[in-house]
Every structure is written in C-alpha cells, then in structure tokens.
C-alpha cells in the first residue's frame, strides 16, 4: 500500500510537467474563493478558456482518454487525473465552458452520430471553438427526466419541428450547438416515445432566457423553441429510442458532474475562520462544539479523499472502479451547506452581510447560497440515494405507475 | 497510486473469512452470550494456532513478522464475526504496549507468549466515569508495588497480564506518569467480573493492593506512551468496526428484500433504500479512513495520531448508524433476543467506548490538525 505512481505513471507525469513548463505559469499562491464562480463556473474567463483549451487540444492533452485523431491520446483514465493533478499547480482557465459539451454531449455524438457528423463536430469542440450544452430538463420533468414535452413533429419533407422549452440548461447562453431530448410520439408509454436530436443554438426559433436563481447568480437558463427545423441527419439513434441514447449521455453526466470540491469551503477554512473569532467563552477554536463539528466534516472530507484514492488505484491498475465513488456528490453538497451555515453561525451578527461586506469575503455566505442547487443539481440527493440503493446495493426500483400508461393519460397534477 | 490490499493480503482476508465463518458463527457469539463465560476458549485457541496473535510481532520475538496490513485484514473479520475472543486486548493493546515501551527483555519475554497464544494480556487506564486525564490516574506504581483501581477493563477476568497507567510521585500529574506490567494472577491483584452491555466481551474491575509490577518504559512518559498504543489499537479496532457495519447492512438489505409490507418487499420503499444509502455511504467513508490509517501503520507514518483519529471516529459513526438502523429496518423482529441484530448493536458500543468515546478521540483529531497546519 502506498501513494506513489507507477513507473508508468511516474513517466507519463513528468511528460505533462515539462509541457506545462513550456506552456503555461505556475500558480502563485491560494486561488481566491470567488462566491460567484461557485455556481457561474468560469463565464468570465471564457476567452482564456478557449485560448488554453487549443494550446492542450494540439497536444492531446483535452481528452487524453479519447483516441488519437480526435483529439486525445488514446491514454487511460488515470493519465487524465494526472494530468489534472498537474494542470491545477498552473495559472490557468482549465475548462469550465467545455465540460457538459466534452463531458456528455460529443461522447453521446460520438456513439450516435454518422460519420459526417463526427468529422464535422468533434475536433471543434475539442479544441474549444465550439460549446455544447445539454437540453433534457423540462419545467415538468426534473428527477422524472422522460416526463418530458417538448414535441419534434415529422415533416412531410422528412425534416423535423421542434416546440416546447427546457430548463435548467447550464451554459446554453454561451453555447453553439446543443443535444435536445424530444417526445417524437405521446400515444405510447412515456419513455418509449422519445427521440434525440442535435440542433444549432443560433438558430433563430431558439430563445435563450437566464434563470435569476435564488442566489442571485445566472448559472442556468430556460430556453424555448418555436418552429425550429432540422434535419432527420441531426437525428441521434433510431426514433422512439431517446431514451436509451439519454441514458449514455446521464452514464457520463455522473462521471462529468462528479463529486466537484465543494467551491474550495472545506475544514482548512472553517478552521481559519474559527482561529479569528471570540465566541462567549474564548476562542472559538478552543470551544467544544466547535471542535466536535471540525471533527465530523474532517472525517467525511478525509474519507471521500481517500475513497478516490481507492477509484484510482483501481484505474491505475486497469481495473474497473468499484462503486464507492458515487457517493461523493451527496456527501460534497450538504457538507457545504452544513460547513457554510456553521461558519455563518459563528461569525454572529456579521454572518448576515454577503459579498465584501461580510466576514472572509463573503466566502461561507457564497457558498450557503449555492448549496442548494449544488444539492439538486445533476441529480438530487434524494435520486442520488435512490441510485446507490438500486444500482450499488440491488434494492428495487419504485413502483412506477406510469410505467404502461400512454404519456398523453399520465396525470399531469398542476 | 496502490492505496489497496495486495493480493496476498486479500488472500489471507478470504482465508480468515472461510474460518470464521465456521468456526465464529452467530451462535457462537449466542452460546457466550447465553453462557457463564465472556469468550470462546476453543476459538481463541485455535486463532492463536493459527498464528493470527503474532500476525504484526516481529519473527525475532516469536512472531510471524508479516506487518500491520495483514493485521488489519485479520481484524476486519474478526469485527464481521463479532468473534469472541480476547484479541483485541492482547494483540492490539498488550502487544503494542511492549512494542512500543517495552525493553528487549521484556518484549523477548511476554511477545513469544502473545504469538502462541498462551497468554491473555490487556491494557488499563480508566479509573472512574468521565474523562481519563493525567490528574486523575490514581494508581502508584513504587518501588515495584502498585496500588489503586481500575475500571472497566476489558478482557480484565480471563487476562494473564495487565500494563497499566499508573503514578510514580503523586501530584506531579503526566510528569510523573509511567506504564507498568502486571501479573494478574500473582498476590495483591484483586479481580471482579462486571456486567456489561456486550457479554461477548468481558471486562473486569482490577484492584491493586500492593501487586507486583515492573516498569515499561520511562518514568514522564506514560502518558505519551499510552496515547500512542491507543492510537495504533484504534485503527486495528477501526477495522473491527468496518466489518461489523458491512455486516449490519448486509443483514438489512437481506430482511428488506424478502419482509413484504403493504404487498411489497420493504426495500422498494424509499424511507428504507435512502436509510440503507446512506448506511453505505457512512461505510465506504469509514472504510476509505481506516485504509489510511492502515497505511499509517504500516509504514509508522508521523501522520499517525492523525490517522487514527479519523479511522476511529469515522469508524464509530459508521458501525453505530448501521447496527442501530439495522435494527430499525427489521422493525419490531429486530428488537428481540432471538434475533442476532443486537449483537452487532451492542458490539458497536463496546468498540466505540472502549478505546475512549468519539468525543475525546475528536478533540484530538482536531489537536493534531492544529499543530499539522500551524
């Protein structure tokens, strides 16, 4: 049992590190906690994203997984993390605009698409010229993704009509193309009259509306479409088969959304923050009930560190990762909530400012106004639960009662 | 990265799984529970044959010198088979304790004995409810004679051997603490066996009336010495505790899948998949920290005190969720003797107290991220 990387492994890091070198400046110092970044990703620095985005695209470096001609090295899973351990030493934008395209929706076009479109699409993304954004979420099918409505009508000349809306579309304001899930036929069971599709972001039936979310923050976007044409070649797996193409992109979405850290608010700031602070019997770090909550959230933080040490050790030994990572979004979003509240509690009268006002910057404040979407997004707590009952401990699905109903008799509630 | 067991190690893990799973059953445990005695002295017996005792003992003192990793594989089965045996006391405290303060002689006399088994040996500190601090070590050790009182200790009927905490000069508070080993069975030792929440594991208030007993290590340095073989005892017990929680909830996805409520299996229901989640989540985390104190160990890491804190917490939280949840999923069946969940429940406190309780290991675990950021 041990840390250290194979000889392999061992190689293939110095490799990144010397490009790294010859491409790109070492990060001096903390990166400062930005509340807004927490759920905006990096929007602002798109122009930077894009630009390092070629630099390692050139390199193969952007999907290192992924075959060589397309963008990556043919390389494992754990050259990937890696080269992400190496590329966070560095000052620069890596990626954020790029993962739900390069994440999900390429991968799915990869596995559905025809040649043309893999020519046309591919290297573009990877390299970041081109932005992809995901449209499955519907105002009346979130966790019940396949409730969706948005109907594509077949045209006589075989093209296809788009109406309806999504929602909850990250990034979709910056974004260029898109993968559309639509119900192609409302008379059979929900899930079995869906389609898939690929459509242009620009095209002029598409109007994109930001989401002011609860926070204040615009990560998201309701989006509608009216009377947008495609092509049946847009058309991604067979007619009435959406749902299994979905369900690919969803397989990378868990791998894509991953456990995230929780916006850099963790014990090593709660600590700090409770090194600075008189509460009514003394510092609060010497304060009992203070220190028993440190030593909760230590565990979790610590345990989940060491449960990716154990997923990679499985890649680094070309086996297949057992289970244990799914549980990494479900204890990442509530410690942050939980940490964020705590913090607020302690810094007192002064927990209620935000932003330059409040105490650290606004850091804890940041971050418990974002808790709750971090909490729901890319799948609730409750699915994700559901998920590792099912999938990981063989428990049985619900009891569905729309199952062999015809989606236009399912009751709709208000 | 190989933060894993190696093959070999899983080799053994299976192997002592296959034992115990027949040698260390449920009615095994039940048979202690309902009998006059805290242990299996033929299972004891036969582990120690095995040479499980002296899994982590160096080959020069009578052991088998593998390492800590095969230790740890050992302890989490015998945590699954709530195995009633004198292990833990013996091989985790009394032989850590030697390992660490014990001179030449002494490791080369009592270490042989622990790897064949023919000795029991615990370790003492408590000497009333609350908090153990350095001011409230009662017992003297002088001029080879110890007096005072401890409590609660565990294995303390059946041992052969004790080392316990014990105050060379009165008032002088941890400067004045040092370790000492003594024969339980010689004149001055005085031995009741207490009632205890779990009966597979025995305890025993100790009396010492001007017992005989030999110093372990230096004067002033009890203290230090008792915090260290905690902190290794704590990671092995962590291990124990994994087990036991896996178990937990293996035996509560069992029942759920095959009790029907309201003309479904009780599992379909999601008060009981979210419960059983994130019984699993609180298991894989408590696994992932107890793995790293593994490491620790094995590799005598400074990052000890550390390690252990968080292996021992996180596997107190997870064993104490599952065993008592594991008793609610089985709902009213689950609350009765003939049912084996309040082994598990019971096993759950012992571990969890016996090292001392979560809160103090916490106020250690932040201690150490202190002086680790500072």
Excluded at chain 1, 115 to 122: L, N, P
Excluded at chain 1, 159 to 181: H, P, R
Excluded at chain 2, 179 to 204: E, I, N, Q
């Amino acid at each position: 049992m041990d840390f250290e990387d194979s000889p392999a492994e061992a190689a293939f890091r110095k490799e990144v590190r010397a490009w790294l070198d010859a491409n790109a400046a070492k990060r001096t110092g903390r990166k400062q906690i930005d509340p807004e970044d927490l759920e905006n990703g990096s929007a602002g620095e798109m122009a930077a994203s894009k630009a390092w985005q070629k630099v390692k695209a050139k390199a193969g470096y952007a999907r290192i997984t992924w075959p060589k001609g397309m963008g990556g090295l043919g390389g494992t899973p754990m050259q990937s993390i890696i080269f992400g351990q190496e590329e966070s030493k560095y000052d620069v934008a890596n990626g954020g605009p790029f993962a739900i395209g390069l994440g999900m929706c390429i991968p799915t076009l990869m596995a559905y698409g025809d040649e043309e479109a893999k020519k046309r699409f591919v290297w573009p993304a990877v390299q970041g010229d081109e932005i992809w954004c995901q449209l499955f979420s519907e105002p009346a099918g979130g966790s019940d993704v396949a409730n969706l409505r948005t109907k594509a009508e077949k045209n006589a000349d075989g093209t296809w009509t788009i109406n309806g809306s999504k929602i909850w579309t990250t990034g979709a304001q910056f974004s260029d193309y898109g993968i559309i899930l639509t119900r192609t036929d409302p008379n059979v069971p929900k899930h079995k009259g869906l389609t898939m599709f690929y459509i242009d972001m620009k095209d002029p039936g598409v109007d994109i509306r930001p989401i002011k979310q609860a926070s204040g923050g615009s990560g998201f976007n309701e989006i509608f479409f009216t009377d947008v044409k495609v092509k049946d070649s847009q058309r991604l797996g067979e007619v009435g088969q959406g749902w299994t193409v979905a369900l690919t992109t969803l397989m990378h979405e868990r791998l894509a959304v991953g456990g995230g850290t929780g916006g850099g608010l963790d014990v090593p700031q709660l600590m700090a923050l409770a090194r600075s602070l008189e509460l009514e019997d003394g510092p609060a770090i010497k304060n009992a009930a203070v220190r028993e909550k440190i030593a909760d959230w230590y565990v979790r933080s610590a345990g989940l560190r060491y449960t990716t040490m154990r997923t990679m050790t499985a890649l680094s030994q070309g086996k297949q990762p057992g289970p244990e990572a799914s549980i990494a979004k479900i204890v990442v979003a509530s410690k942050l909530q939980d940490i964020s509240a705590f913090a607020m509690e302690l810094e007192g009268e002064a927990g209620i400012l935000m932003g330059a006002e409040a105490p650290v910057g606004g850091a804890f404040q940041g971050g418990w106004l974002s808790a709750p979407g971090l909490r729901i997004a890319g799948g609730t707590d409750e699915i994700l639960r559901n998920i590792i009952a099912e999938r990981v401990l063989g428990l049985p699905g619900d009891i569905r009662v729309d199952k062999d109903v015809p989606f236009n008799k399912i009751p709709t509630g208000r | 990265m190989n933060f894993d067991f190696s093959d070999d190690q899983k080799m053994l893990k299976d192997q002592a799984r296959k034992f115990l799973s027949e040698k260390s059953t449920t009615r095994t445990v039940r048979a202690v529970f309902e009998g006059e005695q805290h242990h299996d002295a033929g299972l004891w017996k036969q582990i120690a044959e095995m040479g499980w005792t002296g899994t982590a003992i160096p080959e020069e003192f009578g052991g088998l010198g593998l390492g800590y990793l095969e230790l740890c594989v050992i302890a989490e089965e015998l945590g699954r088979a709530l195995a009633p045996v004198p292990f833990s006391s013996t091989v985790y405290l009394f032989a850590e304790a030697l390992l660490i303060a014990g001179s030449d002689e002494q490791k080369k006399k009592y270490l042989p004995q622990v790897a064949s088994g023919e000795i029991v040996g615990t370790f003492a500190r408590a000497e009333g409810p609350g908090a153990v601090l350095p001011k409230n070590i009662k017992t003297t050790l002088k001029a080879g004679k110890l007096n005072g009182r401890k409590i609660a200790v565990v294995d303390g009927s059946i041992a052969d051997y004790a080392i316990v905490l014990a105050q060379t000069s009165e008032g002088a508070g941890e400067r004045g603490l040092q370790l000492a080993l003594v024969d339980l069975k010689g004149p001055g030792v005085k031995r009741s066996a207490c009632a205890t929440l779990d009966a597979s594991r025995g305890h025993a208030d100790l009396v010492f009336d001007n017992a005989a007993a030999e110093p372990l290590g230096k004067a002033g340095e009890g203290w230090s010495d008792a915090s260290r073989v905690l902190d290794r005892a704590a990671i092995l017990m962590a291990f124990e505790q994994v087990g036991g929680a896996d178990v937990c909830l293996a035996m509560a996805k069992d029942y759920a899948l095959n009790r029907y409520a309201f003309g479904r299996p009780i599992a379909s229901f999601q008060a009981i998949k979210h419960k059983l989640a994130d019984m699993y989540v609180y298991n894989e985390l408590a696994r992932s920290n107890a793995y790293y104190g593994a490491w620790a160990l094995s590799t005598g890491a400074r990052e000890i005190p550390l390690a252990a804190a968080s292996a021992r917490v996180s596997a107190t939280q997870a064993f104490d969720y599952a065993s008592k949840e594991n008793i609610q999923t089985h709902g009213g069946i689950g609350f009765t003797w003939q049912m084996d969940c309040h082994f598990y429940y019971k096993r759950a406190k012992e571990t969890g107290l016996v090292l001392g309780p979560q809160r103090a290991w916490k106020d250690k675990l932040v201690t150490e991220l202190e002086t680790s950021n500072a």
